[in-house]
């Protein structure tokens, strides 16, 4: 079976006013790492492919874990402290001769006027797990627009479930995702690099649906035979980092599946 492809707008003409949009595809868990990488996803690996107009709200957020710890390089007898000291007998001194004065300057003196010691520093604990909150307020053109949010919100939605598996009790982790800009119909490595800032393979942390975002006093909708579409939806998604990233050498950020794939 092949992938299941779902466009908003379906309208040619939307290329006249916007070129670009945004592409989501989704690939289903594996524990092989060659099967967690962007290019796998991208190549032959997804079964659900979204295309979306660029999102009214576009936030990236990075944040790296660090934490206040003691820096081992004075105490501690190690080739990096020798390095950083200048020799062994540079480093001695440190060790040795540094910490009597500054102990003895520390209770001899003033709080104002202590000579500080740094023997502190901010460690890295954890890399970032970038998130991406995107989000549209989706108004059909006609009733093919219509069709195509509502499959759309659904995709989404189901495709942020676990899948449910043979044994007993148990579910296979959800699907991974690819997150790109697309131009001229196909995904741009270099927009995606300056509008996403290199997205790794991620998950779908949150889904947000909303069919009446108009503060309308009443539902309002369009019925076409024996369906009925609403006139908007808002829709906001959440995406989180699958794996933790690091720059590589030719200055992408990579993760650990793709480094050890090397793709």
Not at 186 to 214: F, M
Request: net charge negative; charged share 15%; glycine share 6%.
């Amino acid at each position: 079976m092949g992938a299941k492809d779902y466009v908003y707008p379906t309208s040619d003409e939307y290329d006249n006013e916007q070129g670009y949009v945004l592409g989501f595809s989704a690939a289903d868990y594996s524990v092989l790492a060659a099967e967690r990488t962007r290019s796998s996803i991208l190549g032959e690996g997804s079964y659900l492919n979204i295309a979306l107009p660029l999102s009214t709200q576009l936030l990236i957020q990075t944040q790296h874990g660090y934490s206040e710890q003691a820096n081992p390089v004075g105490p501690l007898l190690s080739a990096a402290g020798a390095l950083n000291s200048g020799g062994e007998a540079a480093m001695l001194k440190r060790v040795f001769v540094d910490p009597m004065i500054t102990y003895f300057s520390n209770i001899s003196s003033t709080v104002s006027q202590q000579i500080y010691s740094n023997i502190t520093e901010m460690s890295l604990k954890s890399e970032a797990r970038r998130e991406f909150t995107f989000s549209w307020l989706l108004v059909p053109k006609n009733n093919a627009d219509a069709i195509a949010i509502v499959n759309i919100c659904n995709a989404f939605r189901e495709a942020s479930y676990p899948v449910y598996a043979d044994l007993p009790e148990r579910v296979y982790p959800a699907p991974i995702w690819a997150i790109y800009i697309m131009a001229d119909g196909g995904y741009d490595e270099e927009l995606t690099r300056q509008w996403l800032g290199d997205p790794l393979v991620c998950v779908l942390a949150s889904v947000a649906i909303n069919k009446l975002p108009l503060d309308s006093a009443r539902a309002t909708y369009f019925k076409v035979g024996a369906s009925a579409q609403p006139v908007a939806t808002a829709l906001s998604v959440v995406y989180k980092e699958f794996e933790t990233g690091a720059v590589g050498t030719n200055g992408r950020v990579v993760s650990k599946s793709e480094f050890l794939s090397g793709s």
